[in-house]
């Protein structure tokens, strides 16, 4: 039966009539075809299309289920919990500089730093600035790499295009 059911089948009894239900369930392949996902986004669906009059189960709220169907109270929390290693007192340089490595794994930030070099790479190969000294490019590239570099670190939001190299990266 279920904490669910039984709970719905409570509620019609002391609603003396007011309502009875039929319970219905769709299989897990068909629920995989109609609508990919989750269950959950499966069952919130049906709601919303209006196959089915309610969704028992435990379903989360999300922002997007809640805009297509409406939810009742919670009759049940999760209590959801995140453990993590107790914060250490090391407070050293080497230590700083890998708390903000680590979002990412070393492969992930040797892939963005090669798009980057990448980026800069092709953006400088297809430049209308031509010259027969590989110097010049060598400095263009170095160019491009920063400014690709400071795009990419200030979440794309685009600089002002006429300012000096130095002032971005102090910006």
């Not at 239900?21 to 299989?27: A, I, L, P």
């Not at 986004?41 to 409406?70: E, F, H, M």
């Not at 340089?93 to 040797?110: C, H, I, Q, R, S």
């Amino acid at each position: 039966e279920g904490v669910h059911i039984n709970y719905v089948r409570a509620l019609e009894k002391i609603s003396d009539g007011d309502f009875t239900t039929n319970f219905v369930h769709g299989s897990k392949a068909s629920i995989t075809r109609v609508h990919p996902g989750s269950p959950g986004n499966a069952a919130v669906q049906d709601v919303a299309d209006g196959l089915v009059d309610i969704a028992i189960g435990p379903i989360w709220i999300t922002g997007a289920r809640l805009k297509s169907s409406a939810f009742t109270m919670p009759v049940q929390y999760d209590q959801t919990v995140l453990v993590i290693p107790r914060p250490g007192a090391n407070r050293s340089y080497a230590e700083e500089t890998n708390k903000v490595l680590d979002p990412f794994t070393m492969g992930v930030w040797v892939l963005l730093i090669g798009m980057i070099a990448v980026t800069a790479v092709l953006s400088v190969w297809f430049s209308r600035k031509r010259s027969k000294q590989p110097s010049v490019y060598a400095r263009l590239a170095l160019d491009e790499f920063l400014q690709k570099g400071i795009f990419f670190c200030s979440a794309g939001v685009e600089q002002d295009e006429n300012a000096s190299l130095p002032r971005k990266l102090l910006m």
